[in-house]
């Protein structure tokens, strides 16, 4: 029972953040710019070319 509470209240999170981002694109810019942090961090070097936006070529990393 408990471990089902849990589950509900964890989608529950889940969909309450999409939400969120869904309609705030300002917070969904700042998700993508943490979950390309994660993937830095784990990457030793990252070569990107000079056209285009760096922030659109590093979220197509993703």
Do not use: P, W
């Amino acid at each position: 029972m408990i471990e089902r509470r849990e589950e509900v209240a964890s989608t529950r999170s889940l969909m309450n953040t999409a939400k969120l981002m869904d309609e705030n694109q300002t917070l969904f810019q700042l998700k993508k710019l943490e979950y390309l942090e994660r993937i830095c961090n784990r990457v030793g070097e990252i070569s990107v070319s000079g056209k285009g936006d760096l922030i659109e070529q590093l979220s197509q990393l993703i």
